[in-house]
T-cell receptor, first 112, second 118 residues
Framework: SQQGEEDPQALSIQEGENATMNCSYK?????LQWYRQNSGRGLVHLIL?????REKHSGRLRVTLDTSKKSSSLLITASRAADTASYFC????????????FGSGTQLTVLP | GAVVSQHPSRVICKSGTSVKIECRSL??????MFWYRQFPKKSLMLMAT?????????EQGVEKDKFLINHASLTLSTLTVTSAHPEDSSFYIC??????????????FGNGTRLTVT
């Protein structure tokens, strides 16, 4: 079965720096989504990028998608301490009604 | 935005007892809800898909008699962990998709339930 793999598993940066997280997957997809999870809480949807899109922006978030490499990246610019959380990519396989498959996540720590 | 309420947020129970977790969509109707289990520092593992008015669809390896799911209305799904054992201790999270949403559309998550079985 398909699974998204995030890289790195953990990332620690200083406030104000940019944070980049990567996600790789194995099969063709309809879309790829990024979610954020604060410790001990549920997930919050951040952004969705469709398979025919290459880049998408939302505030300080920038997502890219390279379907030829089966990979996506999430860039958070000008990070803040409040951005500290786990970030997960989730893929929706194409050609089926199968549900989202979540990756293993990247734990981001933004130091004040 | 769409809100999903999950209750309780934490529960401690004794081994052998049953625990019920509720998942409600507060401002939208959800034909389908999903139950996940998450281990520390790990990803979400889909346990089952809860369908309003019909039987839940369980993922491979998930015991349907142990994890009872009921989706009696368009806004409420419940997960009952029966005869709980310490190995059932985990973080359980529900999510819902708005009825008009198609497969692969964004999910709205509850805040999770931390279950500890002693």
């Amino acid at each position: 079965s398909q699974q998204g793999e995030e890289d790195p598993q953990a990332l620690s940066i200083q406030e104000g720096e940019n944070a980049t997280m990567n996600c790789s997957y194995k099969t063709s997809i309809n879309n790829l989504q990024w979610y954020r999870q604060n410790s001990g809480r549920g997930l919050v949807h951040l952004i969705l990028i469709r398979s025919n899109e290459r880049e998408k922006h939302s505030g300080r978030l920038r997502v890219t998608l390279d379907t030829s490499k089966k990979s996506s990246s999430l860039l958070i610019t000008a990070s803040r301490a409040a951005d500290t959380a786990s970030y997960f990519c989730a893929t929706h396989p194409s050609g089926s009604a199968r549900q989202l498959t979540f990756g293993s996540g990247t734990q981001l720590t933004v130091l004040p | 935005g769409a809100v999903v309420s999950q209750h309780p947020s934490r529960v401690i129970c004794k081994s052998g007892t049953s625990v019920k977790i509720e998942c409600r969509s507060l401002d939208f109707q959800a034909t389908t809800m999903f139950w996940y289990r998450q281990f520390p520092k790990k990803s979400l593992m889909l346990m089952a898909t809860s369908n309003e008015g019909s039987k839940a669809t369980y993922e491979q390896g998930v015991e349907k008699d142990k994890f009872l799911i009921n989706h009696a209305s368009l806004t409420l799904s419940t997960l009952t962990v029966t005869s709980a054992h310490p190995e059932d201790s985990s973080f359980y999270i529900c999510s819902a998709r708005e009825t008009q949403g198609v497969g692969g559309s964004p999910l709205h998550f509850g805040n999770g339930t931390r279950l500890t079985v002693t």
